[in-house]
């Protein structure tokens, strides 16, 4: 049964910084970071494969770096410049064969880490 946790969501000014942090019980071919604002959908961030390849959404794009530790099981999202429109509960995600990119979805969720940016 595998699990993931994030952690490092908080409370942070316009223009601030954060790191989160989503550490997996198991290898993954990749993982990422998923978002969900009040009253709105879920929505995918950016992606990294075990290899290093990244995709971001591009309302994040040169603000936002995803990178991993493989050998740790673990993926971090930077987040910087941030903006009110960032504010969400951030989910981790992970895929462990590689179905995302056959048009699956992610095979396991974690619970959830709210950022907060204030104006």
Not at 37 to 50: D, F, N, S, W, Y
Not at 51 to 69: C, E, L, P
Not at 90 to 112: Q, S, V
Request: aromatic content about 10%; hydrophobic content about 35%; proline content about 2%.
């Amino acid at each position: 049964q595998v699990q993931l946790v994030e952690s490092g969501g908080g409370l942070v000014q316009a223009g601030g910084s954060l790191r989160l942090s989503c550490a997996a019980s198991g290898s993954m071919f990749s993982m990422g970071w998923y978002r969900q604002a009040p009253g709105k959908q879920r929505e995918v961030v950016a992606l990294i494969t075990k290899g290093g390849s990244t995709n971001y959404a591009d309302s994040v794009k040169g603000r936002f770096t995803i990178s991993n530790d493989h050998a740790k099981n673990t993926v971090y999202l930077q987040m910087n410049s941030l903006k009110p429109e960032d504010t969400a509960v951030y989910y981790c995600a992970a895929d462990e064969h590689g179905n995302y990119f056959l048009g699956g979805g992610m095979d396991y969720w974690g619970k959830g880490t709210l950022v907060t940016v204030s104006s």
